[in-house]
């Protein structure tokens, strides 16, 4: 029942004119269940020595349009089960993410649905984008079905009900502003009014709150896609933050958008995003993205991405569990470019739209590493990775598997590496393979992997997380791993002070588990006074060996661990039925503070029913596996450096 409109899961909807002005979450059938409750975290400062182009400028930013992970179009879900659902890997590079798709209004026929003119982002997107300190927006389309004038309704002084609502909304369900895509000839007496609101709405919005108004009609209301910033229609930027320039960008009118924002006082790389359509056009837009990034001269403006999707989307077979293999190397292409490796980005063929090319060629693509500067929110401790992705074949707990079944679940996504995948081989053989395996974890759904063939002297290092750590003495780091025998694994440190020599710290054996895991322990106190400013690993072998080197958990903690408090008032709300599905509705009090997610399980035997930061989650199960009145549920909250509390259980008596 994943994709479909069901009545007894909750889906996400759209929101019409009606449904705005009356909004109220408690009004809003579904409501609570679409909350992020992960705050933004900070993003630390640049620190060009461990870029992978030291470079390139940290100004420009990035814009990524593109529709949520669910493979239903129109029906939106925070989680369930499949593994081959969009996700994204690489929030490194981004400043925005924002949703495209577009949401059925609630009620709605569902063979001919009205969509509503806003819909949010999926919530399980903006928790992932805000762990990587990136702002999440909603989506503004018009034209809907509906008269535009019942959006434009204002009080006799003036304001504006919607104003009220869309504020109140984004503050609700946890996200930082809109994406306003009004793609319609608007009279011109309502285009002033459109202004108005927007600017109202920007005025009144908290701090952190942004709009960002794309290339569509001029400030009479004529739809004229401009391509660039210019007088005409700068008067949006009264009423937003930052301007989407539509696609078909051209020298001159880049070179316009730059002055324009100068003129206004505005800096081109906080206004002006550029945009590059990929969901047309592939890997080879029509329009070379070096306009905005002419090698050896500095950006013109920022950057804006519509639809980063097609790499899933155009992929062979893209739909079948088993073939996402594909679909992970077109993404890492697209982001770390064609040698998927950020240090080595930079297109293969020329940019030549003349020649008829494949769209889906990725040599044609500089990859967007190559001109965006990576970020990084690892700032403080404690940091801890188990490079979920968040999905998975199956769970793991402490290395245990704890479930089996695809599931996916963007919200409890780790921080993934800073470099996907930066690597280098010492000796004659060739560098080890680095990427994600879901066969195999220590927490969550899937490990990272490094395989291949190793020779006497030969060794692999792999560069993964940009940091700014300040070891004052009591920290300590941790690495866990599985599949060590026989070759010889490091972690390494690089610091501020030195960014170019790692200090490695033996990582191989260690304290070991049942189920083959080994973690090694390190305190940091040798290096009190400085600061971490990168994390790798080294791979080497003193004899011939196939190595598969599994890393389950990467753990940088400070001082003594203390477990979270029990969850409080862990209840079963409802129980649902679907057919043969159950749907079991939990909810809990949400700890203020020292809670990074809970974990749901059935309390016999420990099995893993899901995983979230809300107060509410609902646990679908299939047929054979439904628990029944009498069984115990447990939940227990799991503290950012990945301690456990107690559990609170309760008991299923529908």
Same mark, same amino acid.
């Given at each position: ?361 990725? /040599? %044609?693509? =500089? !990859?967007?590493? @190559? ?5 990084? +929110?690892?700032?403080?401790?404690? *940091?801890? $990775? #188990? ?13 245990? /598997? %704890?479930? =089996? !079944?695809?599931? @996916? ?5 780790? +921080?993934?590496?800073?470099?996907? *995948?930066? $690597? #280098? ?35 692999? $290092? ?193």
């Amino acid at each position: 029942m994943d994709d479909d409109r069901s009545a007894v899961r909750p889906f996400m909807h759209g929101y019409d004119a009606a449904a705005i002005k009356t909004w109220s979450p408690g009004t809003d059938r579904w409501a609570r269940h679409f909350r992020s409750r992960v705050p933004p975290a900070p993003r630390i400062a640049p620190f060009p020595a461990t870029q992978a182009h030291p470079d390139l400028a940290t100004g420009p930013q990035l814009m990524n349009l593109t529709y949520d992970y669910d493979d239903a179009f129109f029906t939106a879900r925070k989680y369930g089960a499949g593994f081959a659902r969009r996700l994204l890997r690489f929030w490194q590079y981004s400043d925005f993410y924002g949703s495209w798709h577009g949401l059925p209004v609630d009620g709605s026929p569902a063979d001919d649905p009205a969509h509503g003119l806003v819909n949010l982002p999926n919530p399980a997107y903006t928790d992932a984008a805000h762990r990587n300190g990136v702002r999440s927006l909603g989506c503004w389309f018009w034209p809907r079905s509906g008269d535009f004038e019942e959006y434009l309704e204002q009080r006799a002084d003036g304001s504006f009900p919607v104003v009220d609502k869309l504020i109140e909304m984004a503050a609700y369900f946890g996200f930082d502003g809109y994406f306003i895509n009004h793609e319609a000839e608007t009279p011109p007496g309502q285009a002033a009014r459109l202004h108005d609101l927007l600017r109202s709405l920007r005025e009144r919005a908290p701090e952190g709150f942004h709009l960002q108004w794309y290339d569509t009609i001029t400030p009479d209301g004529h739809l004229d896609y401009v391509n660039h910033l210019n007088t005409a229609n700068a008067p949006w930027l009264d009423a937003a933050d930052s301007f989407f320039a539509n696609y078909w960008m051209t020298p001159e009118g880049v070179e316009t958008s730059v002055a324009t924002a100068l003129k206004l006082g505005r800096d081109p790389y906080a206004t002006v995003f550029h945009g590059t359509e990929n969901e047309q056009f592939g890997f080879d837009p029509e329009y070379d993205p070096r306009l905005l990034f002419p090698p050896g001269e500095p950006a013109r403006t920022s950057w804006a991405l519509f639809g980063s999707h097609f790499v899933k989307e155009l992929a062979p077979h893209h739909a079948d569990p088993d073939a996402q293999g594909e679909v992970f190397r077109r993404e890492r292409r697209y982001w770390s470019g064609p040698h998927e490796d950020p240090t080595r980005s930079g297109r293969l063929l020329p940019h030549d739209r003349e020649t008829p090319r494949d769209r889906d060629d990725h /040599r %044609a693509w =500089d !990859g967007v590493a @190559h001109h965006i500067t990576e970020r990084s +929110v690892i700032g403080s401790f404690p *940091f801890v $990775t #188990r490079f979920n992705t968040g999905h998975g074949r199956a769970f793991f707990l402490g290395g245990r /598997r %704890a479930a =089996d !079944g695809d599931w @996916h679940n963007a919200s409890v996504q780790d +921080v993934l590496p800073t470099w996907q *995948f930066w $690597t #280098r081989a010492e000796g004659a053989g060739a560098a080890l393979s680095v990427g994600f395996d879901h066969e195999l974890a220590y927490d969550g759904g899937s490990s990272l992997l490094l395989s291949g063939e190793l020779g006497p002297g030969d060794a692999t $290092t792999v560069r993964l997380y940009k940091t700014a750590l300040d070891v004052t003495g009591p920290e300590r780091l941790a690495l866990t791993a599985h599949g060590t025998d026989g070759v010889c694994l490091e972690v390494g440190l690089l610091f501020q002070d030195a960014p170019s020599d790692f200090t490695w710290l033996a990582a191989g054996s260690g304290s070991s588990s049942e189920a083959g895991w080994h973690t090694a322990t390190h305190g940091l106190a040798p290096f009190r006074g400085r600061t971490i400013a990168a994390v790798g690993l080294r791979v080497s072998a003193a004899r011939p060996t196939r190595c598969a080197v599994r890393v389950g958990e990467l753990a940088l903690v400070d001082g003594e661990l203390e477990s979270p408090a029990p969850p409080q008032d862990f209840t079963v709300d409802e129980v649902r039925t679907e057919g043969e599905t159950t749907h079991v509705f939990l909810s809990w009090r949400l700890a203020e503070h020292g809670v990074r997610h809970y974990d749901v399980l059935r309390d016999d035997d420990g099995s893993w029913l899901g995983r979230i930061y809300d107060d509410v989650y609902v646990v679908s199960l299939p047929p054979g596996a439904a628990p029944g009145p009498g069984t115990r549920l447990r939940l227990v909250a799991v503290a950012p450096d990945g301690t456990r509390s107690a559990p609170a259980t309760t008991e299923i008596t529908h």
